[in-house]
């Protein structure tokens, strides 16, 4: 074997060229995602796989940071002028990738756009947008946000609500009047004008390169961003890989850097190969929602006739949660990184239950109820759910399916990816339906608002209520938590609708999802209580 000695020189220009090889490669961050973006606008879908996708982009005036805690984002500093108003102060030095400055007319696009976007199928945005009942700006880095009634978590809420530019728009006068149409004379933008690119101008630490569907989306990073920290990647590649298989493969392949969702099952393996992995809890709450509202339901026959609907008995329903082993659902297929649910938001977040129990495992008791429901011999159901969307989510389903099967109930599943999933969701097509929630304002009342409350959409709530649940006793006390300033009154408030909700059990608690992120050396990632998967948490070390 021949040996060649370098000069110091050359030795030099070596290692120059080594660094500055890895240095190159070090500045794209290539990502595999589990569940695909289904859109860039940011007022269309509140999904994780979407949001954490749009806060590379955009920012809200209020943030979470990743132990769900608020911070300050396009908003310097906030506080209440009276029990309805809230003055948010923008910070001066906030542009967009365009160059133009983030002013109040902005904040008042943004919500006006919100209330006139024909094109959404999610109503987080709308919710919060109506109860804003009025927007002034006494200058252009000043805002005062108008509500009916006192409302103390709008600033927790507002994390939710991406700003966008509007310059994308014609107007003369702005003007916070939504039916009216706010002063724009030209078409509000839609889903389309987003996904193609055009409209995608926000304040975040990226700018979009490109979004097919299918195929991946690329980010550049944005070089005149505003903010403090610069984004570490000059860009970004993601790419959905819904198997957890062939994520990993491609993780171990260089395909990908970083993929969320890798099998707790292959984790030992992810070490094995030289590679890491970083876990943190989430206030992910897995659910199943069942039809409560109308009889017949499309995917339930009752022995009693075509007419009839098992799932709007509260015994029938409490018979279903009691079919479930969910210590043995988070042990052999959530291979431990999940936490067991007894409630709708993990304990010590705020307005959930202190010291709650373990939600019963009986399915002797399961079969008395169902038989003093009237249903000695169960009925027929089918459980709907994703496959491509959250941890496990086919195979989580397919047990449930077995352990109601134990107890008389001859369950079908059928699962199918989030695109087609959600939108037929959204319209009600399902009996039984797996859902996913962050209560990313870390409070109780944030899955109540959505989930569980009466469809009100001049109150903003209900908007996720797909099973058409209505109990004016559990309504009242979220009402008036809602309205209630004083913190420790709010708690008790919304712990009195968590309880009653749990009693009549038309959503059903599975398990807290805990996010897992995998990598290879020379990375280090922070994961986020939400669960989003963000570049900005990603950072190259030694």
Not at 181 to 198: E, I, K, L, R
Not at 206 to 234: C, F, Q
Not at 349 to 378: D, I, Q
Not at 504 to 523: C, Q, T, Y
Request: negative net charge; charged residues 20%; proline residues 7%.
């Amino acid at each position: 074997m021949t040996l060649t000695r370098l000069t110091p020189a050359a030795t030099c220009v070596a290692l120059l060229t080594a660094a500055l090889s890895t240095a190159a490669s070090a500045q794209t961050l290539k990502i595999g995602l589990a569940a695909e973006p289904t859109a860039v606008d940011p007022h269309y879908h509140q999904t994780t796989p979407n949001e954490a996708l749009l806060m590379h982009i955009f920012e809200p005036l209020v943030a979470m940071n990743p132990d769900m805690q608020m911070q300050p984002a396009l908003a310097a500093s906030w506080q209440p002028l009276d029990d309805t108003t809230w003055e948010f102060k923008l910070d001066p030095a906030a542009r967009f990738s365009n160059g133009e400055p983030f002013t109040a007319n902005d904040v008042i696009f943004t919500f006006c756009r919100i209330l006139n976007n024909e094109t959404a199928i999610g109503g987080g945005s709308t919710n919060v947008a109506r109860r804003i009942i009025g927007i002034d700006a006494p200058d252009a880095h000043t805002v005062h946000l108008k509500t009916a009634s006192p409302y103390p978590v709008l600033p927790n809420e507002l994390a939710r609500i991406p700003m966008i530019w509007s310059g994308m728009a014609q107007f003369e006068n702005l003007t916070y009047e939504p039916a009216k149409g706010c002063g724009v004379t030209s078409a509000w933008p839609t889903v389309t004008d987003f996904n193609t690119g055009n409209l995608v101008v926000g304040t975040g630490p990226y700018k979009l390169k490109s979004y097919v569907k299918g195929a991946g989306i690329a980010l550049e990073r944005n070089d005149a961003y505003w903010g403090k920290t610069p984004a570490p990647w000059s860009e970004v590649r993601m790419t959905a890989v819904p198997s957890a298989g062939p994520r990993l493969t491609g993780l171990l392949s260089g395909d990908f850097d970083l993929i969320e969702n890798p099998a707790a099952r292959d984790l030992k393996r992810i070490t094995d190969s030289g590679f890491e992995y970083t876990t943190k809890p989430s206030v992910r709450i897995m659910f199943f929602q069942l039809d409560v509202g109308r009889a017949p339901s499309p995917f339930v026959k009752s022995p009693k006739g075509a007419d009839d609907n098992p799932l709007q008995d509260a015994r029938v329903r409490q018979a279903l949660s009691m079919a479930i082993d969910r210590k043995a659902i988070v042990d052999r297929i959530m291979d431990g990184v999940a936490t067991p649910a007894n409630q709708y938001l993990p304990e010590g977040m705020f307005g959930s239950l202190v010291g709650a129990p373990a939600l019963e495992y009986n399915p002797t008791r399961a079969k008395e109820l169902l038989a003093e429901a009237g249903y000695p011999n169960g009925f027929e159901l089918t459980l709907s759910s994703t496959n491509n969307r959250y941890i496990n989510d086919a195979q989580v389903t397919q047990a449930v399916a077995q352990y109601l099967a134990r107890i008389g109930v001859k369950t079908q599943v059928d699962t199918m990816t989030s695109s087609v999933y959600f939108p037929r969701r959204a319209r009600q097509e399902f009996s039984a339906a797996l859902g996913g929630w962050g209560s990313e304002t870390g409070e109780a009342s944030n899955f109540i608002q959505y989930w569980v409350t009466t469809r009100n959409p001049e109150l903003g709530v209900g908007s996720s209520n797909y099973g058409s649940y209505s109990n004016p006793e559990v309504d009242k006390p979220y009402l008036e938590a809602i309205r209630t300033l004083d913190d420790a009154r709010r708690s008790e408030l919304l712990q009195d609708s968590v309880k009653l909700a749990l009693e009549d059990m038309a959503n059903i608690p599975l398990h807290f999802e805990s996010g897992v992120w995998a990598f290879r050396k020379g990375l280090a990632y922070d994961g986020r209580a939400d669960q989003r998967t963000v570049a900005t948490a990603a950072r190259p070390v030694e």
